[in-house]
């Protein structure tokens, strides 16, 4: 199974991987969706849950994600068929769960790139929330503009994945990643500057407990697999990639640190603004795109055009290298059980993408009174996909190489035959197997108000 004749592609070197499947991981997750869920679910009380939720399943999961690629060197439906032939569907969740979460991230990617060009023109130059929050209100409630500007992004996403993986998108991974992470830095620092920004650092770090609801717990956990690109076999096909030598485990740490650091860094830069300036927590998705350029803003006109312009970029980048590891799952997927070639799977995707997200920027707009079970289009994907499809996926995958892949042979997989040093190796096993799966299983039960008095 390992011996197959196709010739696959893997990372070029190491720090590679590393910026490859952390650029996946960080994305429009850690800097637009994590600050205005964290506003939206009371502070410290989601970022608690959330953190608690990445320390015991980010790097377990992470770590079986990897294993089962590298392992089976195939797609995400191809890798569970390999080792089992019964299999093969969680992977395909995972292929459609890909789908699903690009119909809504590619319209943000849109508004990201749209707002690079606002910040150029100096039309977000502002403190004013009512100014900013109507200046972006404008743009995605209109029926065209963010389609048109989703439609370039995914433009953008094909150029790349068409390349393939080294030369596209692990080379784009290596210029972008640092990038982001300093201006993060700049970012950061200027934000806690701000007079009256102690009251959002407080909002942000502070754990309120009697916050801590059903909805609020299935909220965390779904972002942090969000965040993570989890349960859907996103880190399984990247992790086919791997060469044989690579340390899995040290991977399976840093890009959980990497990730969450930038989430973290994210919410130290929105919420203080947040309170800074009088917005609100609440704001929802709108929340990055309106307090970000206030900040920016108080450099002077000037600084603050350039810097809001670099950091628009550098968004729309970290999009960038997340979306494309979505579209990498259906495309691998394609080319391998499929025999599709690369550009046919690449273009017949996207095109099912861009009509999907047609409709999520529309109930924005002119499909706003379409809501199904209570929630918009936009909103119906990011809900299934984070707080449903995303652990359900992870807790088979968790059971999966818990009793299917089995303790030897996953134990061979992550230490590489037994040469990495892997002190809790019994104990990540243990947790595969019983721990959380009933974890997950017990955030579902709350989720569903079984725990509601
Ligand atoms: N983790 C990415 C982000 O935070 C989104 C993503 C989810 C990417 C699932 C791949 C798979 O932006």
């Given amino acids: 199974m390992k011996d197959n004749n196709v010739q696959r592609s893997q990372w070029g070197s190491k720090i590679g991987f590393i910026l490859a499947a952390g650029g996946s991981a960080v994305g429009l997750g850690n800097i637009w969706r994590f600050p205005y869920l964290a506003g939206e679910n009371g502070g410290g009380a989601f970022v608690l849950i959330y953190l608690i939720t990445v320390a015991i399943i980010g790097f377990t999961l992470m770590l079986a994600e990897f294993t089962i690629g ?18 093969g569907f ?8 890909a789908f699903l979460i690009m119909g809504f991230y590619m319209i943000v990617g849109g508004w990201s790139l749209a707002y690079i060009f606002k910040a150029i023109t100096g039309t977000i130059s502002s403190t004013d929330p009512n100014f900013l929050s109507n200046s972006f209100n404008e743009l995605v409630v209109n029926d065209f503009q963010p389609i048109f500007w989703g439609g370039i992004y995914i433009i953008l996403n094909i150029v790349i994945v068409s ?35 102690m009251a959002g650092v407080e909002f942000f770090i502070k754990p309120n407990f009697s916050e801590i609801t059903p909805k609020v717990i299935l909220n965390a956990a779904g972002q942090a697999f969000f965040s993570l690109s989890l349960g859907m076999a996103c880190m399984v096909t990247y992790g086919s990639y791997l060469n ?19 989430a973290i860094m994210a919410g130290f830069v929105i919420l203080p603004a947040v309170f800074a300036f009088g917005f609100t927590p609440e704001e929802g998705p709108s929340l990055a795109f309106v307090t970000i350029p206030a900040v920016f803003t108080t450099m002077g006109t000037n600084l603050g055009i350039i810097f809001s312009t670099l950091f628009f970029i550098l968004l729309t980048i970290a999009a960038i290298t997340s979306s494309i590891s979505l579209l990498e799952i259906p495309v691998a997927y394609l080319i391998e059980q499929r025999k599709w070639t690369r550009r046919k799977a690449v273009i017949i995707t996207s095109i099912i993408v861009f009509v999907m997200c047609i409709f999520s920027s529309l109930s924005k707009g002119s499909l706003s009174h379409v809501m199904i079970g209570g929630k918009s289009i936009f909103d119906l994907y990011g809900f299934l996909t984070s707080n449903i499809l995303q652990p359900f996926g992870g807790l088979m995958i968790c059971l999966f190489v818990g009793w299917i892949l089995g303790k030897k042979k996953a134990l061979n997989e992550a230490t590489n035959e037994g040469t990495v040093k892997f002190r809790l190796a019994n104990f990540w096993i243990f947790l595969l197997k019983y721990i959380i799966p009933v974890l997950i299983f017990l955030i579902f039960l709350s989720g569903l108000g079984v725990f509601n008095i």
């Fill in 244 to 262: 044989k030598s690579e340390n899995l485990v040290k991977n399976a740490i840093i890009v959980p640190l990497l990730d969450t650091s930038v």
């Fill in 90 to 97: 969680i992977g395909f969740i995972g292929v459609i769960v």
């Fill in 163 to 197: 390349s393939g993986i080294n030369k596209g998108i692990e080379k784009a991974s290596k210029i972008l990643m640092p990038a982001l992470f300093v201006i993060m830095i700049i970012l950061t620092f200027k934000s806690l500057s701000l007079e009256g920004a």
């Fill in 70 to 87: 590298r392992y089976s060197q195939s797609n995400a439906v191809g890798a569970f068929k390999n080792i089992d032939k019964r299999f």
